[in-house]
């Protein structure tokens, strides 16, 4: 396994941490990118990258991001990837397609939990590939959460800092003509706020297109707690479902051309 830590600059001082796993032996055809959630900071010195829960990571080029703002300060423990976003997203962006060109990759699965769940849909949406979100309870608007006036409130007036957008709004043309993107989203089954307040509102917004899906873990846990077993099952099943929708859309394509 190579193993590859890096960091972008913002003209501001502060610092995009990210690291690159590249497996020896590579199975799957898909870099996975991952957005961690909520980390206190007494117990993750940065830089701070999600854990890889499903069994074939280990043979995915996987690229992670560590929140910009724990290496800004240690009063916040969530910082929804907005502080330097400006500067920070086009560098991001040119990192996941140098990756997808050097291994050949054909698509992007965006991994998230929480804050992170967000992030990943949001760059999803907007990154410009026909790719898979891949989010555990992910927020609708960050601003209702009071983990908001918490942690990033105290910060928004810092240069740089990337105003706080609705879910709904960014991914309005989620299901644009055209477009084969797929939304695979859990939540567990004592998660109940996040699933009635933030997912739910998401999938009304796309009105039952068959390009998104949400599931309740029958798990017994709540909020940012997924067994292994679970992640790696259902990220099985999101890819199948996500190829499926890519190749009837290809083929709706090809047929409208002849």
């Known amino acids: 396994m190579n193993i590859q830590r890096g960091s972008f600059q913002h003209s501001e001082g502060y610092v995009l941490e990210y690291e690159v796993t590249e497996p020896e032996t590579l199975t799957s055809p898909y870099l996975h990118i991952l957005f961690h959630g909520f980390s206190r900071i007494e117990k993750h010195v940065p830089p701070v990258f999600a854990r890889k829960q499903w069994k074939q990571a280990d043979r995915s080029v996987c690229l992670s991001f560590s929140d910009p703002i724990h290496r800004f300060t240690q009063d916040s423990c969530c910082g929804w990837f907005l502080l330097g976003e400006e500067e920070f997203v086009p560098k991001m962006y040119e990192l996941r397609a140098s990756l997808l060109e050097r291994h050949g990759l054909k698509g992007t699965v965006w991994h998230g939990l929480s804050s992170g769940g967000y992030a990943a849909l949001k760059h999803c949406m907007r990154a410009g590939g026909d790719d898979l979100a891949f989010v555990i309870s992910p927020h609708n608007e960050p601003t209702v959460l009071p ?26 043309d989620w299901a644009a003509p055209g477009s084969s993107r797929f939304l695979h ?45 679970d992640y790696d099952s259902q990220l099985n099943e999101a890819i199948q479902r996500w190829e499926a929708h890519r190749a009837r859309h290809s083929a709706t394509a090809a047929a409208t051309a002849e």
């Open 147 to 172: 983990q908001w006036e918490r942690e990033a409130a105290p910060f928004r007036h810092l240069p740089g800092m990337a105003a706080p957008e609705t879910m709904t709004d960014i991914i309005e």
């Open 185 to 229: 989203a859990l939540v567990s089954e004592k998660d109940s706020y996040f699933a009635l307040e933030h997912l739910r509102p998401l999938i009304r917004s796309l009105h039952g297109h068959e390009s998104a899906r949400a599931v309740m873990l029958r798990d017994g846990r709540g909020h940012g707690f997924i067994k292994d077993a």
